[in-house]
């Protein structure tokens, strides 16, 4: 009997999808719950699983985008696997399994091509470190996923012998140069997220009178609360004591003072959210994403931290939902970890605010009349003019500033 796979619905504002990959191909045997096909859609990476045991017969080929509801396969439970995906008959049926080393990976877990290139962020970056060639290894983690430890415990390849030293080699005339690679390019088609976030980023640019105005922390207090209770916040949190929980709670407390910053334009009317939905920017290697803490204004710092912890983990397995992308109201983006000192963020509409923080240096201050050195961090808020008037603004980005300079008062709300 034949299955249909269909692209399944991911979300009430999605219509179609792109097949990114197939993780298994046409032919092969699949069992229930298996990972058959890597969706794309314009928010986050859909993994779609096989319903049923038996053979897959794809039917449209990865790069191509499809409505939601489209069917792109048949599963056959009365099928045989090609003799291509067909497993090999197993050793131990026909000889006593050999012993097995201690670094050697079950052969069930051999990893499929597909997901082999489907590597997480922290895996590609040790592989890039490590210099390992992932092709080379089997995956431990779900479905054969490649997970860090595989590659970190990777055998190194042994270091070439040292050369005898040789006489100083006489100067020679430079080598010429090579052939010019003028016009050597590379084309390659946009995912559905890279063009959704093209496509949002000009609407904001065309549709908005947005402006930004700056202004300048005093990152003290902040830091020295951290080095203070960081381990016991660890300790009792299981997570790290960052920036972002104070500047959260200090945009809450801005927004509950500037109610406009916290509104959006729908028609010719203005709607006042009396919410706190807070988006917090998130870098990935697909693109930028913009995970949404949900009643914010009710979390501590503990609990906007672990938030956060909770977005990471998920954005690097490629677990984000559309829920989690959804109803923000206000946004939060930190160019500081990439090094920025200073930029304007472009608003993420419907959205009438965005708050941009950046890197934290050193600087010469004046305070109370004497010089001294203090981390200082430049922060900028962009905004919609049509909603929020400069007063407004300025007035809300100094409602920042008190509440990291002074963070007692994000404790008691003043």
Not at 30 to 52: C, F, G, P, W, Y
Not at 121 to 142: H, I, K, N, Y
Not at 360 to 367: K, L, T
């Amino acid at each position: 009997m034949k299955y249909e796979v269909k692209v399944p619905a991911v979300g009430e504002s999605i219509t179609e999808a792109t097949i990114g990959s197939w993780v298994k191909k046409n032919g092969d045997a699949v069992k229930r719950n298996d990972i058959i096909m890597l969706l794309e859609t314009d928010k986050a990476s859909v993994e779609v699983v096989a319903e049923q045991d038996g053979v897959l017969n794809v039917s449209v080929e990865a790069g191509k985008t499809i409505p939601i509801g489209s069917v792109v396969a048949f599963i056959d439970s009365d099928g045989k696997a090609s003799a291509a995906s067909a497993p090999a008959p197993s050793a131990s049926a026909a000889a006593p399994a050999p012993a097995m080393s201690a670094n050697a990976p079950a052969a069930n877990n051999a990893i499929h091509p597909d997901l082999k290139n489907h590597l997480s962020p922290a895996v590609q970056r040790v592989v890039g470190e490590t210099g390992v060639d992932p092709a080379s290894l089997t995956g431990t983690g779900r479905d054969g996923r490649l997970t860090k430890s595989d590659v970190l415990g990777a055998p190194k390849s042994a270091p070439a012998p040292a050369a005898a030293k040789a006489p100083a080699a006489p100067v020679v005339a430079p080598a010429p140069r090579g052939p010019s690679k003028q016009g050597d390019t590379k084309r390659m088609p946009m995912t559905t997220i890279r063009k959704k976030i093209a496509e949002r980023l000009v609407m904001s640019q065309q549709t908005t009178a947005t402006l930004t105005t700056f202004n300048e922390v005093d990152m003290t207090k902040v830091i020295e609360i951290r080095a203070k209770y960081k381990d016991k916040f660890k300790e009792k949190y299981g997570v790290n004591l960052g920036f972002m929980g104070f500047f959260v709670k200090a945009s809450i407390e801005a927004l509950k003072a500037w109610p406009a910053v916290n509104s959006f334009i729908d028609g010719t009317d203005l709607v006042y959210n009396n919410f706190y939905n807070v988006g917090v920017a998130v870098g990935t290697d697909k693109g930028l994403i913009v995970p949404v803490i949900k009643d914010a204004d009710q979390l501590s710092i503990a609990g906007v931290e672990l938030a956060i912890r909770d977005f990471a983990l998920k954005a690097r397995e490629g677990k984000i939902s559309i829920n989690d992308l959804s109803g923000g109201t206000f946004t939060i983006s930190n160019g500081g970890v990439y090094g920025s000192l200073m930029s304007t963020p472009i608003l993420n509409p419907p959205q009438s605010a965005i708050l941009g923080m950046h890197k934290m240096e050193e600087r010469a201050v004046v305070i109370n009349g004497k010089i001294e050195v203090r981390t200082m961090m430049y922060l900028a808020v962009s905004y919609d003019h049509r909603v929020i008037d400069g007063k407004e603004a300025v007035s809300f980005l100094v409602k920042i500033k008190e509440g990291i300079e002074d963070p007692e008062r994000l404790l008691i709300e003043v």
